[in-house]
């Protein structure tokens, strides 16, 4: 292992890589990718909107409007790859930072920032967009993951899961018994462990003694490192993982390799625990970047195209603020809704005794409600 | 018929959940060709298949996570627990995701997940085999939790919380696993009392007695022998311990004025807390006595050896009976 935090173990054989840090097309004997140029193209759209978004969300909350964001900084070719990869009826079980693959499946940007403005914990369908919600214990998504896809599995369903997770669950009890129970009856999921280096404060190797996609290996099943911060061999490895588990073959780890350019969230100091040399390493590396300098440099976009892309991200990110600004405060009394799906006695109790409290204190002219 | 035992009874009730609905499926560690640890699941998934009635590698943060999934996707798993005291490995899942998934995605999502534990002690069993960990889940919003204390409840309420959009905890007496009684099995289930109902199972007029699951056993035995000295006491099985039936407690003990609770756990937090606080709140003027408590001590679960001497038995119950009509 190394310690600088993925810089020098970026480049080593294992990783799988389809356009350079420099924007070099490369063929992967096992990884092939036909792509077109509308493709690459809206490749490269999804990934300046979804950086947009997150810039816009961190201005949000720096100014007192979501209380706290996690920042996608530097992932944004693991999401959008890994997200394109899916089929509509795949289904994904997120973290709470994959805000790329929440764009892919369609949830509107709003729906996110409800969870962050403590609006509530999530504002989209999970069964319309085939998303769950975000989960904030660590790694827990995974065993639900696992579940559903072996729910997939008894259905006769053609689809396939993916669950998303990061270095720090690696270490976590309910991510390895994920991978026991997925191996144990072949539920069609896919891992998607994005290694960003660092867990808060604690790089990756204090999770493991081995490269993480290693462990697959021992639980039985096979795993790929991928460049994380390659969109197009995230797409390209991912499109066959969740082919292999469609086709009946089990579940499969991918390691997207990448680094967390940002804070953890927010709250967090990243001066505290890391060197600035380490980010701009990586910042070479930075995922948006490489399809830029290829689109470029093969003639497939000129400069009106990025100034188009740059005038919708400025248009998305005033829409985004829009929307967060005029979203409605929930109401005292909704604390009480849907706890249970059959209702309970001592919800529907509590309930009426704090109506009935707040009544008490109401002006007669208030307005806005309960 | 002749008398089924509960363990019976509840692998009966099973049995019609399996047959009733294709999506309800079994779940947890050698319920599958053993039949469970306790013979509950005795014979289901040679009837049913091993789709239906699954063997789960030993994890039980695995078998409640999974189950959560195969619940989003449309299932309605039942997932066995070996042991009361091997449900802590599964706390994450069942008080952090099963119990707020339908209040977190606002109603989107549903969480029909039983989660089947056997409990309480008496068996002479080695430690983390004879836990009363109720009241920890009774404490999780979300969360159902039943207790049945008898082979026809047994019967039924497993049925009824298998029809539950709701995830519910259901505890079984482990030591009155083997006690018998009479059961309809032709009775429709629509015709059961409800599962979160109490059930006034002797009547009384003098004081009463508030229990569930292997503690109902002893109260009735309690109230007989308070018979022979002139007490008639009335004995409520609680059985749904979230949420509590709260006019069936409150009428037994406004109609009494004496209440004592009964359970394994130790009293301290435990559910005679709660019960003791609201019932003082509604019937505070029909009380003729303080509420007292008889359950487990502040200790841990002690060696088997010791477990008479911690477990409430007929001459604690007594005691605490004797006491409450002093006043």
Redesign the interface.
Known sequence: MTADHGVAEYGAGDLVQLLTPEGLRLEHPDYPLEISEDELRGLYRDLALVRRFDTEATALQRQGELGIWASLLGQEAAQIGSGRALHPDDMAFPTYREHGVAWCRGIKPESLLQLFRGV???GW???AHNF??Y?I?IG?Q???????????Q??GSENAVIAYFGDGASSE??VN??F??AA?YNAPVVFFLQNNQWAISVPEERQSRIPLFRRAHGFGFPGVRVDGNDVLACLAVTRKALQYARDGQGPFLIEAFTYRMGAHTTSDDPTRYRLASELENWKLRDPIERVKAYLSRNGLADSAFYEAIEAEATEFAARVRAACLSMPEPKPLDIF??????G????DEERATYDAYLAGYEPADSVGGR | MAPVAIARALNMGLRKALEQDPKVIIMGEDVGKLGGVFRVTDGLQKDFGD?RVMD??L?E??I????????????RPICEIQFDGFVF?AY??IV??LAK???????????PVVVRIPFGGGIGAVEHHSESPEALFAHV??L?VVACSNAADAYTMIQQAVT???PVIFFEPKRRYWEKAELDVDAPLTDAVPLHAARVVRPGRHLTLLAYGPMVKTCLDAAKVAADEGHEIEVVDVRSL???D?PTVTESVRHTGRCVVVHEAQTFLGMGSELAARITERCFYEMQAPILRVGGFATPYPPSRLEESFLPDLDRVLDAVDRCLSY
Do not use: C
Request: glycine fraction near 12%; hydrophobic fraction near 35%.
């Open positions: 509530n914990f999530g369908d999970p069964k769950a919600l989960t214990v827990a995974t065993l639900h993951a696992t579940g559903y896809a072996m729910g997939m008894r259905d009890g309910d018994e994920a026991i129970f144990s809704n849907r706890v249970y799906a059959g309970s006695p001592l919800v | 789709d789960t590698p994890a943060s695995g409640i996570g999974t189950a959560i999934g195969l619940a989003m996707r449309g299932y490995p994450d899942q952090s995701q998934l339908h209040y977190r995605s606002q109603g989107l999502v549903k969480m919003a979300g159902k539950s959009d709701d979230s949420p509590i709260w």
